[in-house]
């Protein structure tokens, strides 16, 4: 297939976002014209239908996706999402950035990324569980522990990765646990994984916090999204000390300068679903949650919340990046030209996530489980070394934290697919 069939196919904001990053990172490290569209462009996609029985008896047909970007230094790797804004292009653009973050990290995987176009909120219980298995009983023919290994995004959580791991158990006639992961542990999931994101976001925030000599104790903190990443992140932080001041959900957000209660935001959401109401605070709009004066800021939902209108009303230190692609390119240029924000870019902010659950897919291959202490120490030696690696590819180059982190990841990416040659 030829690239502007590629570049149709992806056709998005997001994908364009995603390869116009890659460009830029290809002119800073002058990758070969060769390597170019190789490493850029995603492997190979698929599209399904996915047929379910509604509980009324109908039937629905959802649309689903999974793009593989790279397989070139082991089996794919990321999320499935489902939201109603999935796109395919949405979809490839995550498949990159997935691929750079496994890289940054040092992790033998390639970078993938799923999704289905669906509000989950819509379903219930049930027609959720058959869409789950439906997407992974489609998925069968292309993927396996050395292939292709699935993990939970939006709207998809621990249950429906069981749900999946299942049915491909079923399909293959043995448990296997290692086909996807951010299972529940009782299926095989590791200690730590389900807070790994959000306790990775924290931690990278406090490093930076260290560097910039704030104290943890005088640092509020305004979280864009309270679902997994966010919510864990939101408790880490408290936990070090910081005070939550705002967070919020796809319904809007709660505001309170001497500090949300988390614990009781959680048992909120966990009876009611979603924040309306809660009384935390006073209620605001997520515009309003992006524009708050605040130490941090973790945008933990959807891409491109913070673009051209909002960027010059951002007003934190650090700007952490839970979610993935959560600042449009030209934002980006605007608060760097500003100077008073320190980006902490997804592939290294949110990559704690990916890291635990290569480390479930090890526990499981050697049928040997780890306590949380040992893999949240692991966790974070690694995010510290891949800090350590963007501050130095910064300093070096004198480039912006993600063209830093991009950097890294995308020439070993580049640098394994030379070395494999091609095909003669
Ligand atoms: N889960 C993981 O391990 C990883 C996730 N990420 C990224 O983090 C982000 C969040 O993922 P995750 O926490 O897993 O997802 P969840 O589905 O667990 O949570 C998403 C949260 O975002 C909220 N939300 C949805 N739409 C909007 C909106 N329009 N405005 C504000 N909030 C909204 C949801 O609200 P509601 O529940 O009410 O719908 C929910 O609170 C995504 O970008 C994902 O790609 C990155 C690395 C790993
Ligand atoms: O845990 C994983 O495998 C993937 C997590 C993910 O989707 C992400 O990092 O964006």
Redesign the pocket.
């Known amino acids: 297939m030829s690239k502007v069939i590629i570049s149709s196919l992806y056709s998005s904001d997001v994908f364009t976002m995603a390869c116009r990053q890659f460009d830029q990172a290809a002119d800073a490290i002058n990758l070969p014209e060769s390597l170019r569209d190789r490493t850029k462009y995603p492997r190979r996609c698929v599209a399904f239908s996915l047929p379910i029985q509604r509980d009324d008896g109908s039937v629905t047909v959802f649309e689903g996706y999974r793009v593989q970007h790279n397989l070139s230094t082991g089996p794919s790797k990321g999320?499935i999402?489902f939201?109603q804004d999935v796109t395919l292009g949405e979809v490839a653009a995550?498949s990159m950035w997935m691929s750079w973050k496994c890289s940054l990290m040092g992790i033998p995987y390639g970078g993938a990324k799923g999704g289905v176009i669906v509000n989950p909120?819509q379903l219930t219980a049930k027609e959720l569980e058959r869409l789950a298995r439906r997407y992974m009983q489609e998925l069968i023919p292309f993927i396996g522990p050395d292939v292709d290994v699935p993990?939970?995004?939006?709207?998809?959580?621990e249950q429906m990765m069981g749900w999946m791991m299942d049915t491909y158990s079923n399909h293959v006639g043995h448990i296997e646990p290692a086909i996807v992961t951010?299972k529940p542990i009782a299926l095989g999931g590791s200690a730590g994984?389900r807070e790994?994101?959000?306790a990775g976001v924290a931690y990278l925030v406090k490093l930076y916090l260290e560097d910039l000599k704030i104290p943890l104790g005088e640092t509020t903190v305004a979280i864009?999204?309270?679902?997994?990443?966010?919510?864990e992140a939101a408790l880490a932080l408290v936990a070090y000390g910081a005070k939550v001041i705002a967070i919020?959900?796809?319904?809007g957000?709660i505001y309170n300068a001497k500090g949300i209660d988390i614990g009781k935001a959680l048992q909120y959401?966990a009876s009611e679903?979603?924040?309306t109401d809660f009384d935390g605070g006073d209620q605001i709009t997520?515009d309003e949650l992006l524009a708050l004066e605040c130490t941090v800021l973790i945008p933990?939902?959807?891409?491109r919340?913070i673009k051209k209108d909002n960027a010059d009303k951002v007003r934190c230190r650090i700007l952490a990046e839970?979610?993935?692609?959560?600042t449009t390119n030209l934002a980006e240029r605007m608060l760097i030209k500003r100077g008073d924000v320190l980006i902490i870019p997804?592939v290294l902010c949110?990559?704690?996530?990916?890291t635990v659950?290569y480390f479930e897919w090890l526990q499981n291959r050697q049928n040997y489980y780890w306590d949380r202490e040992e893999v949240m120490a692991k966790l974070f030696k690694i995010l510290l070394r891949a800090k350590n690696a963007v501050e130095a590819q910064k300093a070096k180059f004198g480039f912006s934290r993600r063209l830093a982190a991009q950097t890294l990841g995308i020439q070993r990416v580049a640098d394994a697919k030379a070395s494999r040659g091609l095909f003669p």
């Open positions: 999320g999402r939201h995550l909120d993990a939970p995004d939006m709207g998809t959580n951010g994984r790994a994101t959000g864009q999204g309270f679902g997994n990443v966010g919510s919020s959900d796809w319904t957000g959401i679903k979603v924040l997520n933990a939902a959807l891409p919340v839970g979610a993935n692609g959560p997804d949110n990559a704690g996530g990916v659950s």
